[in-house]
């Protein structure tokens, strides 16, 4: 059976935005009826025949909107939908579906972190999808096989677990080695010398379960070295990473060293 085809309009020309253009365009049987974006010209370049429109209320009609906007401004955008009658979904992790004011609502969450010029191999992103009413979700399975094989449908109260999990995932961990790079910075130590280490490590996190493959002081409860290690961060001015160090090891200490293990 022939597939039928799905017309899409797409707000919000960010990182997701422009990502997401470029998977529909590929995906079979997508048809990108236009495009908006607070300032058009973002779109202007990458548009090619696709109509960019000046005014939400100017988006022809389609079978789902998506809305790659910033999570605060969702809520207000989206009453220039209102009475459109169209499957309106957000790309957010954190919000709630219902946040949206349309009638027909749902998320669109593709779980990757996506930045300008950086590729994407959208066949192996999780695409989390969600709609109250059952036809709407199956529209939207339909629109994300074509993008995607790791499909996953995922109610709000999920994702918004997920979507804490995923903080601690990817933007925790870059946190972390910005505080090393500034720490090998200041001590005029290459930050370069870290990355084999760092390779090795997402390698055994990500190849085992990560409790099977921590070490450090922490781990071994080796205080002399913990007390060293937050006497070196105040003295070289890093008392908010001397802060974190502290909590991450008392974590640690707390999950892994119980008395008597
Ligand atoms: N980036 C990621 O890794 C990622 C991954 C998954 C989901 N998400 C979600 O996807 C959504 C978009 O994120 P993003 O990373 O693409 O953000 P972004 O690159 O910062 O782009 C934000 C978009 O929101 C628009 N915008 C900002 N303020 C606005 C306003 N007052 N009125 C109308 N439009 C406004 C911007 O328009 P201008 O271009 O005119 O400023 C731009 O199109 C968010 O809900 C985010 O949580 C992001």
Redesign the pocket.
């Known amino acids: 059976m022939s597939q039928r085809d799905i017309r899409i309009a797409l707000f ?6 422009r990502h997401l253009l470029e998977a529909l365009r590929q995906a079979p049987n997508v048809n990108i009826v236009g495009l908006w ?3 058009p010209g ?1 779109w202007k370049a990458v548009a090619g025949d696709i109509p960019v429109v000046d005014t939400p209320e100017q988006m022809p009609a389609a079978d789902i909107f998506i809305l ?4 605060d ?2 809520t207000d ?1 989206s009453a220039h939908l209102k009475g459109r009658n169209v499957l309106t979904v ?6 709630a579906s219902n946040i949206l004011q349309t009638e027909r609502k749902g998320v669109f ?2 779980l ?4 300008s010029g950086s590729a994407v191999e959208w066949e192996s992103i999780p695409l989390l999808v969600w709609a109250p009413d059952a036809h709407d979700l199956q529209l939207l399975q339909d629109l994300a096989g074509r993008i995607s094989k790791n499909v996953h449908v995922i109610d709000d109260r999920q994702r918004a677990q997920l979507h804490v999990a995923a903080v601690f995932t990817a933007n925790f961990t870059n946190a972390m080695m910005q505080m090393a790079k500034e720490i090998t910075g200041k001590a005029h130590i290459p930050y370069e010398l870290l990355i084999p280490l760092a390779r090795r490590n997402f390698y055994n996190i990500l190849s085992h379960d990560p409790a099977e493959v921590l070490t450090g002081p922490a781990r071994r409860g080796d205080n002399k070295t913990i007390e060293k290690h937050l006497l070196l961060l105040q003295e070289n001015g890093f008392a908010d990473e001397a802060e974190i160090y502290r909590r991450i090891t008392e974590w640690i200490v707390k999950r892994y060293n119980k008395p008597g293990k």
Not at 90 to 95: E, F, N, R, V
Not at 112 to 115: E, G, M, V, Y
């Open positions: 919000g020309a960010g990182n997701v935005g974006n607070r300032h973002k790659a906007l910033k999570d401004v969702l955008f957000h790309t957010s992790g954190a919000m969450y593709p990757q972190t996506l930045t």
